[in-house]
């Protein structure tokens, strides 16, 4: 599993190992946290490298599979460190689909809903081509992943590798980054510690939020089933940002107040997934609304502010 220190990733490791697999977990930490891992001290199942996936990856061990979720993927890190994404979206990957292909394992790769960019189409279904600004600052990410995964298929058909793509699409819970810049996470620490929230625009943007637990399910589901297509894995319930705002002030009772911030520069406006494949493929649909997951999710972050 590549991108094992991150949310995501953290989050799907625990399963593989509840599920009785045995991982070998890497990650540079570039954006991902060993802390994430701490609970893994000492599991015998779980290995932990250090490593750069944009550079040659090494494995000793027979393997089965391969996880890519490695990459920044909040916006702010990622325009940021706009080199870093597109190098392990493309030499990243590179590696981990050449590490598939020599140890005969199935291939599973972390897309996002971003390669549908600014959709013209509304929700999005996996055959929607996407509106994307090549140039634009977010063409590091989205252009990343869309090569991604034109180099999966590609392995796919060239070399016969067993591959799965996932679109992921907003996702929050537990193990968030308190400071990763995204929606979820700044609007609880705002309201937590009585800050402005800092609504983009005039919050009329459109998402949908899944809860990390309902994802992780539908990955592993993918991931054993026989579907080489893209399947979006998401929530389909749509909120703005406004009215994910509301909600967070809400539940943590926050006297906090709204303020309006710039609009960032190809910020999506609007996004929901069209999961028909998933539900009809997998089986799997989420099961838990925003409001209980934002429940579940808060005391992680009183936690960080605490800290
Ligand atoms: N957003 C916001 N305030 C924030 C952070 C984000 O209004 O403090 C907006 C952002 O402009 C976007 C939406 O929330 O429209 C989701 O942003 P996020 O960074 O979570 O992820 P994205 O879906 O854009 O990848």
Redesign the pocket.
Known sequence: MTGAAGFLGSHLVDRLLADGHTVIGMDNLLTGAKSNLAHLEGEPRFTWVNHDVSRTITVEDPIDGVLHFASPA???DYLRLPIQTLKVGALGTHNALGVAKAKGARFLLAST??VYGDPQVHPQPESYWGHVNPIGPRGVYDEAKRFAEALTMAYHRTHGVPTRIVRIF?TYGPRMRPRD????S??IM?ALRGEP?????D?S?S?SFCYVDDLIEGIVRLFHSEIADPVNLGNPVEFT?RE??EMVLRLTQSQSHMVV?P??ID??KQ?RPDITHAREQLGWEPTVPLEKGLQWTIPHFRECVNA
């Not at 810049?181 to 979820?184: I, L, T």
């Not at 929230?197 to 625009?201: A, F, K, S």
């Open positions: 909040s916006p702010v809903s971003e907003n810049g995204r929606v979820v700044n609007f705002q929230i800092t609504v983009y625009g919050g943007q998402r940002v994910l705002a911030r609009l960032p910020d999506p996004r």
